[in-house]
């Protein structure tokens, strides 16, 4: 937010510099992130000086150059070539001398050098206005008043104003501060506790009266909810037309373009109270009445940007008999603004819902400097005062005539708040006593009025513009930051308590797996809980059971995910459309339901693999993240939780997977983890394979404390590994082998692998090959050939009767 040092000393007086006063704003909780000198004429006629023309004779080498002497205050008068054609002897001329730096129309400098111009020497400018950029005008040369005297700067001539522009790093929470006076109105606060007596100014508008009722326009507001108060009055009578420079200048200074008398004033009190307002062709509203309403969903209306727009049927308009004229608190429409042939207009202030205006400006993708104040909130009460102000400025400026009374609709005043400050609470937060007279001083110099006093503390009323301070804690902050944090001492004493955590707390094992998933490749992604409705991708995923944001920043952003595989799919895309194909991510996440019975949040732990699991080399080709890789990675983290042992696996029953798996634990399902099916990774974009794993963090930390932890010494005897070259049928697995050889063999068998599979060629039809490796351990004793040849002989028997086995 840019706001103007100039303007806002026309508030509140103050000698105190550009740099002091930003420090101040600062400390009032008004970041100043920049401060701009600003030059209402480029360059502040910096070595323009007035001239006195002692003589003009026509250049012997040139038809339409002249050949001037001119007194510019020197001990010597100069010799200047001119070819403005109203150039004469005796007049008041501005000169720019040598060395002295111009701008054109672009804002590009150039600089004034001695010359020759056709074998005369020039030392120096006579300038036209647009040349200094007093004018437009480039007929000729400017002439000034005869009685000046030569030499004297024109800056001083022309009295041009120089500025300083802060940029405010404007909270979301300081609707108050949107505007020149709000910002003044701190600067009051800071410069009393400060100890310096001032007082705050605002533009009178007793002048403002009714010439006559020619032109009533009639209010008529169908939901009050959705604007508590609307203001309007009639102006008849004006003259569009460029507004004076001094308005001009105002708006400049904070970057605003000027475009007429009319809209700039509204502008202008938009800035200096900030309270928006809207002016009507007058003529162009039908009926005679402006109607504040919603529309059907679907009707057309053209804005002021030449975009036409459907509207929602939430939409606040203001409309006349027959069309919307304008989005009420944000834009208007194409058709209905001030023209250069606008004669006679409605002038409109109001105080519209803050939540009606975000929802209707985020819908439609607009923002502008009435919408961002309406969202936050602005003051209900300075509604008629602003009104009455702008209408004084626009007479000033456009002439014209006030020609109805002021309408204001306001059928329920919005009443200030009321808290009750503890003295206590204040102690508790700040850490400091403070003094409470000085704190009613803070108080009183923010409009917070004391209704009464207590031995406990101050019952507070509020002003209702202040919409972020509503609490004891809000009173309190207010407080501290015009007290001031830098005069809070700080105590040379530290105390801390040690507290005895479980090793099982959530963050410690997140950090664990973290720790130990980064050892390993991946990078941890942090995703926005808020996404778009994923409901039609997948039947996991039920639109009934969404949690919907009531005012959604975007539809991208309406709902609360339900599933942490689009977020992740999202961040996968991203990464693919920048080249980044190899991915190893996961995160720590909540999903958030609305089931019937009430609202849920569930905690995950999610895994994405993409592309390849390591980059290409000359000694190693590339390798995919497939889905056995995922399998162990999953394994290595059960493992590192001690969940590794006693793990079920079954086919996963989830539409979002093309192939998986379900690992579960006594009968508790852990994790699903399998391949995305293309139909879904096709929406987002993605043609690579993408390996998902989800697992279910509140059920992993529960089983992983409920499971002992058992330590044996390193074993004294050897293990003895025997090979079995199996041929199965194709629909079993090698999980099936791995549980019938640990029934069979509880207490020698120590370990099953899988290390080769075949399904080529000599092999019968619908058969396949598996080399399964078995390690057997006798803690006590070395084992003999005849005990493992015993054992070996018990497992084929079983894998024959149970799989059909045969060995190869």
Request: glycine letters at 8%; charged letters at 25%; a negative charge.
């Given at each position: 937010?840019?706001?103007?040092?100039n303007w806002?000393?026309?508030f509140?007086?103050?000698d105190w510099?550009a740099?002091?006063?930003?420090?101040?704003?600062?400390d009032?909780?008004?970041?100043?992130?920049?401060?701009?000198?600003?030059?209402?004429?480029?360059?502040?006629?910096?070595?323009?000086?007035?001239?006195h023309?002692?003589?003009?004779v026509?250049?012997?080498?040139?038809?339409?150059?002249k050949?001037?002497s001119?007194?510019?205050?020197?001990?010597?008068?100069?010799?200047?070539v001119?070819?403005a054609?109203?150039?004469?002897?005796?007049?008041?001329?501005p000169?720019?001398?040598?060395?002295?730096?111009?701008y054109?129309?672009?804002g590009e400098?150039?600089?004034?050098?001695?010359?020759?111009?056709?074998g005369?020497?020039?030392?120096?400018?006579i300038c036209?206005?647009?040349e200094l950029?007093l004018?437009?005008?480039?007929?000729?040369?400017?002439?000034?008043?005869?009685?000046?005297v030569?030499?004297?700067?024109?800056n001083?001539?022309?009295?041009?104003?120089?500025?300083?522009?802060?940029e405010?790093?404007?909270?979301?929470n300081r609707?108050?501060a949107?505007?020149?006076?709000g910002?003044?109105?701190?600067?009051?606060?800071?410069f009393l506790?400060?100890?310096?007596?001032?007082?705050?100014?605002?533009?009178?508008?007793?002048?403002?009266?009714?010439e006559?009722?020619?032109?009533?326009?009639?209010?008529?507001?169908?939901?009050?909810?959705?604007?508590?108060?609307?203001?309007?009055?009639?102006?008849?009578?004006i003259k569009?037309?460029?507004?004076p420079?001094w308005?001009q200048?105002?708006l400049?200074?904070?970057?605003?373009?000027?475009k007429?008398?009319?809209?700039?004033?509204?502008?202008y009190?938009?800035?200096?109270?900030?309270?928006p307002?809207h002016a009507?062709?007058?003529?162009?509203?039908i009926?005679?009445k402006?109607?504040?309403?919603?529309?059907?969903k679907g009707?057309?209306?053209?804005?002021?940007?030449e975009?036409?727009?459907?509207?929602?049927?939430?939409?606040?308009m203001?409309?006349?008999?027959?069309?919307p004229?304008c989005?009420?608190?944000?834009l208007?429409g194409?058709?209905s603004?001030?023209?250069?042939?606008?004669?006679?207009?409605f002038?409109e202030?109001?105080?519209f819902?803050p939540?009606?205006?975000?929802?209707?400006?985020?819908?439609?993708?607009?923002?502008t400097d009435a919408?961002?104040?309406?969202?936050?909130?602005i003051?209900?009460?300075?509604?008629e005062y602003?009104?009455?102000?702008?209408a004084?400025?626009?007479q000033q400026?456009a002439?014209?005539?006030?020609?109805?009374?002021l309408d204001?609709f306001?059928?329920?005043?919005i009443e200030?708040f009321?808290?009750f400050?503890?003295?206590?609470?204040?102690?508790?937060?700040?850490g400091?006593e403070i003094?409470?007279?000085t704190?009613k001083?803070?108080?009183?110099s923010?409009?917070?009025?004391?209704?009464?006093?207590t031995?406990?503390?101050?019952?507070l009323?509020?002003?209702?513009?202040r919409?972020?301070?509503?609490?004891?804690?809000d009173?309190?902050?207010?407080?501290?930051?015009?007290?001031g944090?830098n005069?809070?001492?700080?105590s040379e004493?530290?105390?801390?308590s040690?507290?005895?955590?479980?090793?099982?707390e959530?963050?410690?094992?997140?950090?664990?797996?973290?720790?130990?998933l980064v050892?390993?490749?991946f990078?941890?992604?942090?995703?926005?809980?808020?996404t778009?409705?994923?409901?039609?991708l997948s039947?996991?995923?039920?639109k009934?059971y969404?949690v919907?944001?009531?005012n959604?920043?975007s539809q991208?952003?309406?709902?609360?995910r339900q599933?942490?595989?689009?977020?992740?799919?999202?961040?996968t895309?991203?990464n693919?459309?920048?080249?980044?194909?190899?991915?190893?991510?996961?995160?720590?996440?909540?999903?958030?339901?609305?089931?019937?019975?009430?609202?849920e949040e569930?905690?995950?732990?999610?895994?994405?693999?993409?592309?390849?699991?390591?980059k290409?080399?000359?000694?190693?080709?590339?390798?995919?993240?497939?889905?056995?890789?995922?399998?162990?990675?999953?394994?290595?983290?059960l493992?590192?939780?001690?969940l590794?042992?006693g793990i079920s696996?079954?086919p996963?029953?989830?539409?979002?997977f093309?192939e998986?798996?379900?690992?579960?634990?006594?009968?508790k399902k852990?994790?699903?983890?399998?391949?995305?099916?293309?139909?879904?990774?096709?929406?987002?974009?993605?043609?690579?394979?993408?390996?998902?794993?989800?697992?279910?963090?509140a059920?992993?930390?529960?089983?992983a404390k409920?499971?002992?932890v058992?330590?044996?010494?390193?074993?004294k005897?050897?293990?003895?590994?025997?090979?079995f070259a199996l041929?199965?049928?194709q629909h079993?697995s090698f999980?099936?082998i791995?549980?019938?050889a640990?029934k069979?063999?509880?207490k020698l068998l120590?370990?099953v692998?899988l290390?080769?599979?075949?399904e080529?060629k000599?092999?019968?039809?619908?058969k396949?090959?598996?080399?399964?490796?078995?390690?057997?351990l006798?803690?006590h004793?070395t084992?003999?050939?005849?005990?493992?040849?015993?054992t070996m002989?018990?497992l084929?028997?079983?894998?024959?009767?149970?799989?059909?086995?045969e060995?190869?």
């Open positions: 937010m840019k706001i103007s040092y806002i000393k026309q509140i007086k103050t510099d740099e002091k006063t930003g420090e101040l704003l600062t009032l909780g008004l970041e100043v992130e920049g401060i701009d000198n600003f030059e209402f004429v480029k360059g502040a006629l910096e070595g323009i000086v007035v001239g023309v002692l003589s003009c026509p250049h012997e080498n040139a038809d339409k150059l050949l001037t001119v007194d510019i205050g020197e001990a010597e008068p100069v010799q200047i001119c070819g054609p109203n150039v004469a002897e005796g007049q008041k001329v000169v720019a001398t040598i060395g002295t730096t111009l054109d129309e672009k400098a150039w600089a004034i050098k001695k010359g020759k111009i056709r005369e020497y020039s030392f120096g400018m036209a206005e647009d950029g004018g437009k005008g480039h007929d000729g040369i400017m002439i000034l008043e005869e009685s000046l030569p030499g004297t700067p024109l001083t001539v022309f009295e041009v104003e120089k500025d300083h522009v802060y405010i790093g404007l909270t979301p609707a108050d949107m505007s020149h006076f910002v003044a109105r701190d600067l009051k606060a800071g506790q400060s100890e310096i007596n001032t007082s705050l100014d605002t533009p009178s508008v007793s002048s403002f009266h009714v006559n009722r020619s032109k009533r326009i009639q209010i008529e507001v169908e939901n009050s909810d959705l604007a508590p108060r609307y203001c309007g009055v009639t102006i008849s009578g569009v037309a460029p507004s420079q308005l200048n105002r400049k200074a904070i970057g605003i373009t000027p007429n008398n009319v809209v700039d004033a509204t502008n009190v938009l800035h200096e109270l900030g309270q307002l009507f062709d007058a003529e162009s509203i009926g005679g402006i109607k504040v309403k919603t529309l059907t009707t057309k209306f053209t804005t002021l940007d975009v036409e727009r459907e509207l929602h049927e939430d939409d606040l203001i409309c006349d008999q027959e069309k004229l989005f009420a608190g944000i208007g194409l058709h603004g001030v023209s250069e042939k606008t004669t006679s207009i002038l202030s109001a105080y819902n939540i009606s205006v975000r929802k209707t400006a985020k819908r439609h993708g607009l923002n919408s961002f104040r309406f969202e936050r909130g003051d209900p009460n300075i509604t602003a009104l009455k102000r702008a004084l400025l626009i400026t002439g014209g005539y006030v020609t109805s009374d204001d306001y059928p329920k005043k200030d009321q808290v400050l503890t003295f206590k609470k204040i102690n508790q937060l700040i400091q003094d409470p007279g704190i001083s803070i108080l009183a923010l409009d917070i009025r004391v209704n009464n006093v031995e406990s503390g101050l019952g009323t509020i002003p209702a513009y919409v972020d301070v509503q609490r004891e804690v009173v309190i902050e207010e407080i501290l930051r015009v007290y944090y005069n809070i001492e700080f004493k530290l105390n801390a040690i507290s005895n955590s479980n090793r099982f959530d963050y410690r094992l997140q950090n664990v797996i973290a720790n130990q050892g390993q490749g990078y941890e992604m942090m995703a926005n809980s808020l778009k409705d994923y409901s039609a039947d996991t995923i039920k009934e969404n919907d944001i009531l959604p920043l991208d952003l309406s709902v609360m599933s942490l595989l689009f977020s992740a799919l999202e961040s895309a991203y693919l459309n920048r080249k980044n194909e190899n991915l190893k991510l996961f995160e720590f996440g909540k999903t958030y339901h609305s089931f019937p019975n009430g609202r569930h905690k995950h732990l999610t895994l994405c693999l993409s592309g390849n699991k390591n290409e080399r000359w000694n190693s080709p590339a390798q995919k993240n497939d889905f056995f890789y995922a399998k162990g990675s999953i394994q290595s983290i493992e590192r939780l001690n590794a042992e696996y079954q996963v029953k989830n539409s979002i093309s998986g798996l379900q690992l579960g634990f006594q009968k852990l994790v699903e983890f399998g391949v995305v099916k293309k139909a879904i990774l096709k929406k987002f974009g993605i043609d690579q394979e993408v390996i998902f794993a989800d697992f279910d963090w059920a992993v930390i529960e089983m409920n499971k002992e058992k330590f044996q010494p390193i074993q005897y050897p293990s003895v590994r025997r090979d041929l199965l049928d079993i999980n099936d791995y549980e019938i640990h069979t063999e509880r120590k370990d692998d290390f080769d599979v075949y080529g000599n092999l019968p039809e619908g396949k090959s598996y080399a399964v490796s078995f390690v057997f006798d803690e004793k084992l003999t050939d005849k005990q493992v040849d015993k002989s018990k084929q028997q079983q894998f024959e009767k149970q799989l059909g086995a060995l190869r």
